[in-house]
C-alpha cells in the first residue's frame, strides 16, 4: 500500500464553468456562479486534509478580452468573495492572499483585496492563494523590473533573487497542479512555482468537483516520484 504523503501546496487551475452552463442549459453567469459557490468547499476539504497552502486561477490578465457583461459578473463574484462571504474564509481560519496585477482593478476591488488581506492576515489554518487579474510571465516581468529598480546589475541577478520579488514571495512552489475541464495546458499559471510541479488532470468540469476529489488528488500525488531532475 501507497503511503500517503499530503503535498504542501495544491495549485488549482480551475475551467469548464461556462460549458458547465451550456451543458445544463444554463446562462455563463450561473456557471461562474456555480464554480465560484465550490472553491470554498474544495479548499476547506484540502486544508482539513493536510493541505497548508491552495492557490485557484481565478481570472486571468487574458479574460479582459471577454465580454464587458461576463467581466463585470466575475468582478461581481470576486467582490462578494473579498467581502460578505470571507467569513466562509475566517471561521475556517483561512489565511487570504491575492496574487496578481494591480492594473485594472476598481478602487472597490483593491480596498477590498486590502480589507481582507488584513482581516484574515492572523489566521493559520492554511492559505488560499487567489490568483487574481494574474499571468504568469507578468508576475516574471514584475519581479524583474523590481530588481532593477533596487539597483541591482543585470551580472548579479539570480534565480533566488527573482524568487524573493515575485508576487507574495512567501508562498512556495506549488507541488501539484490540477485543471479540470479536460483541457491540459498551463495557460500561463504560476510559471515560477510549477518548475517541478507534478500535473493533473480531470476530465470533469469545475462545478462537478467534489471534496472526494481532493482526496483523489492526494492520493495520486502519493504515487508519483519527485526526483527534480535528479
Known sequence: MTDIVVPKHIGFIIDG???W???H???TYEGHLAGYELVCEIVIAAFEAGVEY??????????WQRSEEEVGNLMGLVLKLLTTDLIKLSDK??????LGSRDRLSDDILSAIEEAESTTA????GTLALCFNYGGQLEVVDAVKKIVQSGIKSDDITVEMISKNIYTPEIPPIDIVVRTSGEKRLSNFMLWRTTYSEIMFFDKMWPDMT??????IINEYSKRSRRFGR
Not at 54 to 63: L, M
Not at 93 to 98: A, S
Not at 122 to 125: M, V
Not at 211 to 216: C, E, I, S
Open 17 to 19: 464553468n461556462r460549458r
Open 21 to 23: 452552463a451550456k451543458q
Open 25 to 27: 442549459g444554463l446562462t
Open 54 to 63: 491552495v492557490s485557484a486561477y481565478i481570472f486571468s490578465t487574458e479574460n
Open 93 to 98: 481560519n483561512v489565511k487570504l492572499k491575492i
Open 122 to 125: 492572523k489566521n493559520t489554518g
Open 211 to 216: 471534496k472526494d476529489d481532493v482526496t483523489d
